[in-house]
């Protein structure tokens, strides 16, 4: 078997790169993938190598060539991944959209990007109250995958059209577009190039670092948004480490996932906020505990809530499980890490032991540095400012928003808009974004602390305001709050205004999970300013 440096490989050509190696992987789904007609759950490499082949033949045939723009509009799935691979082999460039993002969204995104053809569902195409051709306008051509679909070419007619020869990009050349999380308006659009994604943030996951990365005998589950660069560079971890058996979840719905996983029992999971709270209930399962054989959860995107880290420990009946917590931004990639043991997380809840760690910087690949808001100087450490980030991961733009880009460059340093401490031993902490902070308190840790104290189901948004104590945002799973249970809550922390009591779904959240904090100050605080200025959100 030969050892093959797999981040040198393009996403287009990354699957056939991967069988040629020839050591054995399986894949398990938790649904059919939307662009397979045969409707298989189990895949080795090389099937999942032909889908790629077969769906840039069916976009070359729908007019795709090298430089177009097409984008990607569809229900989350590892397919997301597989026709942005497609596209990428013949030299066009992908434009990544979460099928979660509301229209109000997307149309503006289609209409920055002009492409030349949108890839969706009669679904996301057609959804309650929409106009058919609403999305479609804004785009040459249109791509159905489930067929159907008035003036939109079908995908079934096109998928196994002879594969073109590949063209990769060159290493300097815009390769794919994502996007944002959006919590404070319309997503801006993250430019990568072959050399940032591959040559950098690939290379990094790729490293073999036990016991913190993947071995052979794992089975590793992911949950994620597969449109987010995050799925990108994980598969390039997990084709170069070549763990045994992979699980692909779609949804994080118990119900689908609770069967998926005791039929495979995982060792390592990675996820979102929000997947490990829809499956927290799972984990207090005792008599069919699907999480007893995890040695490694993984947390990405935004932080998990310590009452929820605890759940998870706790169900691993492994020695020494870890969590596995990563910093980081689209923009740049991983910044930090940090790792929590099942000791660390139940004494947590004794101590209160102040704001997150986030870890230190990936030695080699990131430098972070802690500065004044207004006039950009290093402060001690020990004391909160402004955190900014130098790493050649850094990404080449925002696509066709320069004027925000400038904004959060400062020279080589990156503005990450986050307040944080950098401590004596390099490790930094993590208090608030700057838009919602207010000097001398961490909005987040008293958000993980009230968590901590309510019921499994409850989540709670602290929204700050200039000119008085913050409103409490509290999501529970009846939209009903139990008025002695919040009084114990917030004994001994600052003051808060009366909460406002939601369902849990009712709690505005992006497509990774992220609370839109802006959407709950429309709701419910009529336009009350920030704390902070917000110029780097």
Known sequence: MRNVRLWKSGVG?????????GKPMIFRLSRPLDIDPAGRTLLDVEEIAQYVRNAAGALHAAGIGPGDRFAVYKDNHFDCLLLAAAGIRIGAVPVMLSGLLPHDSVRPLLQ????????????????KGSDVNALSAFA???????????????????????????????DDELMMLTHTSGTTGIPKLIMYTPAKLQGQMARLECRHLPPITFRRGDTVAMSTPYVHARAFTWIYSVLTLSPGKVLLVADSDPQVVGPLFRQHRPTVIEGLPIDFARLEKLAEEREHNVFSSVR????????????TIRTFLNASRHPFPLWREGYGQSETGGLGMTFITRRTANKRREEQA????????????????????????????GRPGLVLARTKARCIGYYREPERWSEKVVGEWWNTGDIGIKTRSGSLKLLDREVNHTPGVSWLEQEDVLVDRLPVGHDVALLPVPDGPPVPVVATPDGRLDEERWARAVRGLPAFAEPVVIGFP?????????IIREELRRRFLSGAEHPGTGRWT
């Open 140 to 170: 040459e051509r249109t791509l159905c995958l489930d067929g159907g679909l008035p003036g939109a070419l079908d995908f079934a007619d096109l998928y196994g059209s002879s594969d073109p020869v590949p063209a990769p990009r060159r």
């Open 112 to 127: 920055r990007v002009e492409p030349k053809l949108l890839v969706s569902s009669r679904r996301l195409l057609t959804g």
């Open 506 to 514: 009712d709690m505005p959240r992006t497509g990774t999970g992220k």
């Open 296 to 307: 490694m959860f993984v947390g990405n995107f935004d932080a998990v809530r310590w009452s």
């Open 354 to 381: 102040g704001p997150r760690t986030v870890g230190r910087p990936m030695p080699g690949f990131v430098q972070l540095k802690v500065v004044d808001p207004q006039t950009f100087e290093p402060v001690p450490n």
């Open 13 to 21: 050509l990354l699957f056939d790169r991967r069988a040629e190696v």
